[in-house]
Every structure is written in C-alpha cells, then in structure tokens.
C-alpha cells in the first residue's frame, strides 16, 4: 500500500506524488478554462481545428452512434461528432467542471442540448457500465491523466463490441531537425502568449513540458494494443507535431 501511495509520476518536467497530479492538473485547467479555445488558436496557429477535421474524416461518424469524449473539455470533438452524425448522442466528461461550463456556454451547445450530456469524471475511472458507447474519444487531453494506460483500458471496457477509440495528441517529430524548431517555438512563444492572453505563463510552461513527457507514436501505439484494441494504427499530423491513433474492440 505504502508503495502506491508514493509513487510518482511527472507533471510537465517536475518529479510529483502520482495522488497530486489531478488536482494539479485540475488548477490548470481552471486557470485557464475562459480562454482556452481562444489559446488553441493561438497556440496551433489555428491549425487545431485543421487536425480536429482531420479525426472526423478518419472516424467517419453515422447516424444514432454514442460517443464519449474524454477530457471534452469545451466540447469542440463532441460538436463536430454531432454535425457529421447527422442524429446521435454525445456525453462530455472532463475531470474540470469550469471547462465543462464553457462547452455549455457555447452556441452550439444550445442548439444540440438533447443530444449532449455534460460529466464531471476521472478518465481512469469512468461512471458508466461495460459496452455502453460505440465510440470514445480523447483529445489532447490524455498526457494529462496521472497513469494514461488505465485510461485505454476504461476505454475499452466502456465500449461496445465493434467500438472504436480514436485519440488525437501531440507527438514528436521523427526529423531531429524539425523537432529542434519545434522546441525553440514552444518553449519561447506558447508560455509568453498564455502570460499575455490568460495571465497565466505557468500553466501554458507546464503543458509545453507535458508534450515532451509523452511517448512517442509507437510507443503510444503499444500502449493501445495492450488494452485489448485491435487493428490498431496512426497517422501522423503536420510532420508528427500532432498524431492520430485508432483501435477497435473486436
């Protein structure tokens, strides 16, 4: 028991006790929660919402499919999900409910209530049955979960036979070269920007760190086959600054 309770984990480059990482990263996220669809523009050059199109195309929603989008945040996946749909239903879980406030406050949000849940909820231990949902989907959002592989395995419970996972993070460039303009852009714009437009540069420092802290597309790859997924495989996005994984729970 001793030995789980002082485990450790990282938070950005900083060494932590794994019981400190959620609400830590819970304080991230609601410093910044206000601001941080205006930030993803921001940060990505608007190209955020290039990639978000790109996981719709791949995943190719049908009509009266369930999804659950974890660490939905504002509902930017969710939105997109419901529009390609046509007809379904979408719950929103986000372990911040300020960010989930914001998604609730958005336009859209109006116009699909009676098909949107909103949820507070850890993404290692999600509130809901076995083989509930058709589709789960977690954007930029799992390196912030304190152990990410009982996170695919709750995936992988909560879905159906025949349900897929799709996962879209950011990732490391394969090029040394592009990698190292990569980090010199990071490290010096994101955590300025973040100081001027949230007043917050820690956090935007902290979630730069949390980037290199994730692992690698083949790494994250294995991590999906050894929660049960199947025909498992990625496609990078913008040279692998942003990278796309999918499974399916045969």
């Known amino acids: 028991m001793s030995k789980t309770l002082n485990k450790e984990t990282h938070f ?4 932590i006790n794994e019981k400190e990482k ?10 910044v929660a206000s601001k941080y669809d205006v930030m993803n523009d921001v940060m990505s050059l608007g190209v955020h919402r290039i990639w978000k199109d790109m996981m719709m195309d791949w995943l190719a929603p049908r009509s009266d499919q369930k999804l659950l989008d974890v660490a939905g945040g504002t509902g930017d996946i969710a939105f997109r999900f419901l529009k390609r749909s046509g007809f379904g239903h979408a719950t929103v879980l986000d372990l911040t409910s300020s960010m989930l406030t914001e998604g609730q406050n958005r336009a859209e949000a109006e116009q699909m209530v009676n098909q949107i849940d909103w949820v507070v909820g850890d993404a290692m231990h999600l509130p809901f049955e076995d ?21 695919l395995e709750e995936a992988y419970r909560v879905l159906k036979p025949g349900g897929r996972i799709m996962v879209l993070e950011f990732s490391q460039i394969p090029v040394p070269l592009g990698q190292w303009f990569y980090d010199r852009y990071s490290f010096n714009f994101i955590p300025k920007m973040g100081e001027i437009i949230t007043n917050d540069r820690h956090s935007y420092q902290y979630l730069v760190e949390s980037i290199r802290k994730f692992p690698d597309q083949e790494t994250f790859l294995g991590m999906i086959k050894s929660a049960g997924f199947e025909n498992a495989k990625y496609r990078n996005l913008s040279l692998g600054i942003a990278c796309l994984h999918s499974g399916w729970k045969i």
């Open 12 to 15: 950005g480059f900083e060494t």
């Open 22 to 31: 959620a609400g830590r990263v819970q304080g991230v996220f609601n410093s």
């Open 131 to 151: 083989n509930v949902f058709d589709v789960y989907t977690i954007s930029f959002g799992i390196r912030n979960v304190t152990r990410p592989q009982e996170a």
